[in-house]
């Protein structure tokens, strides 16, 4: 621009204006890319998948399935749909393999007498019928107050979701208060042998017969896919996330050094 070149009042400051706005408007969004870009970091990279899962649980009001695989890790599902027979499915995952679980909640129910526990033996050896009878009468009561266990599900009390626990290769989902129950009735009956008048073998087959039908078993779901595909497939997605993510945060920032050049400049 020559000397005599006059511009117009205002010219100079409008311009000086617009560069300001543009370096402002760039340092903010440079700042709010920084800003999302390690909330997602810190989302998806350091916070552990439990705590998601609990989080997720706990805004969908769903209940929270804790089940021990094979290689003695615990994994942390949601619920997603429940069926009838109290079938209970997680959301699938994967995209070329998809990848879900079905397990069966515990059912409430009347205790299928059965037919025979084994007998209790005085000293002579014969059969006591009196003590039979009154270890079978025993044995039913408590495996309906453990079947009653069995359905009654844990609460987290900040999340305010349910509790269920499993095993991945079984399609059981039971209370953590049942398990308890059959463990110290097991414990109890190696402690006091044959003066605690339970059969623990015939208590066990009354409350899973009891608990899951053979119906609800056989429904299982087994969906045969490798975890490692899965898992290759979610951390690839991830993967491109982090790539968009930084590829917004480069242009900002490159935004914002056209910005202050231009300012320099000027």
Same mark, same amino acid.
């Given at each position: 621009?020559?000397?005599?070149?006059?511009? #117009? #009042?205002?010219?100079?400051?409008?311009?000086?204006?617009?560069? !300001?706005?543009?370096?402002?408007?760039? +340092?903010?969004?440079?700042?709010?890319?920084?800003?999302?870009?390690?909330?997602?970091?810190?989302? !998806? /990279?350091?916070?552990?998948?439990?705590?998601?899962?609990?989080?997720?649980?706990?805004?969908?009001?769903?209940?929270?399935? /804790?089940?021990?695989? &094979?290689?003695?890790?615990?994994?942390?599902?949601?619920?997603?749909? *429940?069926?009838?027979?109290?079938? +209970?499915?997680?959301?699938?995952?994967?995209?070329?393999?998809?990848?879900?679980?079905?397990?069966?909640?515990?059912?409430?129910? #009347?205790?299928?007498?059965?037919?025979?526990?084994?007998?209790?033996?005085?000293?002579?050896?014969?059969?006591? *019928?009196? @003590?039979?009878?009154?270890?079978?009468?025993?044995?039913?009561?408590?495996?309906?107050?453990?079947?009653?266990?069995?359905?009654?599900?844990?609460?987290?009390?900040?999340?305010?979701?349910?509790?269920?626990?499993?095993?991945? #290769?079984?399609?059981?989902?039971?209370?953590?208060?049942?398990?308890?129950?059959?463990?110290?009735?097991?414990?109890?009956?190696?402690?006091?042998? &044959?003066?605690?008048? +339970?059969?623990?073998?015939?208590? !066990?087959?009354?409350?899973?017969?009891?608990?899951?039908?053979?119906?609800?078993?056989?429904?299982?779901? @087994?969906?045969?896919?490798?975890?490692?595909?899965?898992?290759?497939?979610?951390?690839?997605?991830?993967?491109?996330?982090?790539?968009?993510?930084?590829?917004?945060?480069?242009?900002?920032?490159?935004?914002?050094?056209?910005?202050?050049?231009?300012?320099?400049?000027?």
């Amino acid at each position: 621009m020559s000397a005599s070149t006059q511009l #117009p #009042p205002g010219a100079v400051w409008t311009t000086y204006g617009f560069i !300001n706005t543009l370096v402002y408007i760039s +340092v903010i969004m440079g700042i709010c890319l920084a800003v999302v870009g390690g909330l997602w970091f810190m989302t !998806n /990279f350091r916070t552990p998948k439990e705590s998601k899962r609990t989080t997720q649980a706990a805004h969908q009001r769903r209940d929270l399935l /804790f089940l021990a695989g &094979d290689n003695n890790a615990i994994n942390t599902y949601t619920s997603f749909r *429940v069926h009838h027979e109290g079938a +209970v499915e997680t959301k699938q995952i994967g995209h070329k393999f998809r990848q879900h679980y079905t397990g069966f909640l515990s059912r409430r129910s #009347p205790i299928d007498k059965i037919e025979y526990v084994e007998p209790v033996r005085d000293a002579k050896g014969e059969i006591d *019928v009196v @003590a039979t009878e009154k270890k079978q009468n025993i044995t039913e009561k408590l495996a309906g107050y453990i079947n009653s266990l069995m359905t009654r599900g844990c609460y987290l009390p900040g999340a305010k979701v349910r509790v269920w626990f499993g095993v991945e #290769p079984m399609a059981v989902l039971t209370s953590i208060l049942g398990i308890a129950g059959l463990e110290m009735t097991d414990e109890l009956k190696t402690f006091f042998g &044959d003066a605690f008048l +339970v059969d623990v073998k015939a208590l !066990n087959t009354m409350v899973v017969s009891n608990s899951w039908k053979e119906s609800q078993i056989n429904a299982q779901e @087994a969906d045969k896919i490798e975890e490692g595909k899965v898992l290759a497939g979610t951390q690839n997605e991830d993967f491109k996330k982090l790539a968009l993510y930084l590829g917004v945060l480069l242009i900002g920032a490159a935004m914002f050094m056209i910005s202050v050049y231009l300012l320099l400049h000027h």
